[in-house]
C-alpha cells in the first residue's frame, strides 16, 4: 500500500471521536497487518452500513429499517415518550434497561450561540407525536436532556410548549450518583441531590 493511501487512512481514523493521530496510527497499523481479518471485513461492515442505515421518520433512531426497532417493537409502553438530545444518548437508555416507552431524538440542544432554534431540531414533531389523538393516547414526556445552560434551556422550552397538552412532563433525577463519595461531587451536583432528597 503506498504512503499516500496509508496517511489517508490514518487521517480519516483520526476524524473519529476519541482517536487522536497517534491512536488513528495504531489502529491503521493493526488493520494493515491483518487486512483478511480486520480490513477487509470492517471495510465490508461500513459500506453496508453507508448503504443501509437510515434515521427513523417516527422518533430519530438509527436503523436499517424505518420505523426502527423500538418504534416497532409490540411490547413497548407507547404512552412514555423519552426524549434525548442525541443517538448516542437513546443508546446509553436502551443499555440500562431501564426505560421500556419510546423515544424521541432531538437532533442537539437550543443554542442561540450556534444559531439553533427551534426550528433546527426535532422539537416539532415531538409536540405533534404527544397531542396527536391516533393510536395509543401519550401520558408522559420524560426529559432526558443534558444538565448543560442549552439542555435546560431546551427541556424548559418543550415543557412550556406541551403545558396545554394534559401530558405529564417530568426530567431525570439529579444528584449523587451511584457508588458516587459525596467528597469528590461538584457543588452543583451536591445542591441538586439536596433539592431531590425523597424518603428514606
Not at 450556534?114 to 405533534?128: T, Y
Request: hydrophobic share 45%.
Amino acid at each position: 500500500m503506498p504512503a499516500g493511501d496509508i496517511d489517508r487512512l490514518i487521517l480519516l481514523l483520526a476524524r473519529l471521536p476519541g482517536l487522536g493521530p497517534r491512536s488513528a496510527r495504531r489502529a491503521a497499523l493493526q488493520m494493515i497487518k491483518r487486512p483478511e481479518t480486520l480490513m477487509l471485513p470492517l471495510a465490508g461492515a461500513l459500506r453496508q452500513a453507508a448503504e443501509n442505515i437510515r434515521t427513523c421518520n417516527v422518533c430519530g433512531n438509527l436503523d436499517t429499517r424505518d420505523p426502527c426497532a423500538v418504534c416497532r417493537a409490540p411490547d413497548r409502553d407507547n404512552a412514555l415518550i423519552c426524549v434525548v438530545e442525541d443517538v448516542a444518548d437513546l443508546w446509553a437508555i436502551e443499555r440500562s434497561g431501564a426505560f421500556k416507552g419510546l423515544y424521541h431524538v432531538l437532533g442537539g440542544t437550543l443554542s442561540a450561540l450556534d444559531g439553533r432554534g427551534p426550528e433546527q431540531l426535532n422539537i416539532g414533531a415531538l409536540i405533534d407525536r404527544a397531542e396527536s389523538s391516533t393510536g395509543a393516547a401519550v401520558t408522559e414526556v420524560i426529559l432526558a436532556l443534558s444538565t448543560t445552560v442549552d439542555g435546560q434551556t431546551t427541556a424548559h422550552y418543550i415543557a412550556e410548549r406541551l403545558v396545554d397538552s394534559g401530558v405529564a412532563v417530568s426530567r431525570l433525577a439529579q444528584g449523587v450518583p451511584v457508588g458516587g463519595e459525596l467528597d469528590y461531587l461538584d457543588d452543583g451536583t451536591l445542591s441538586a441531590a439536596l433539592k431531590a432528597r425523597r424518603p428514606a
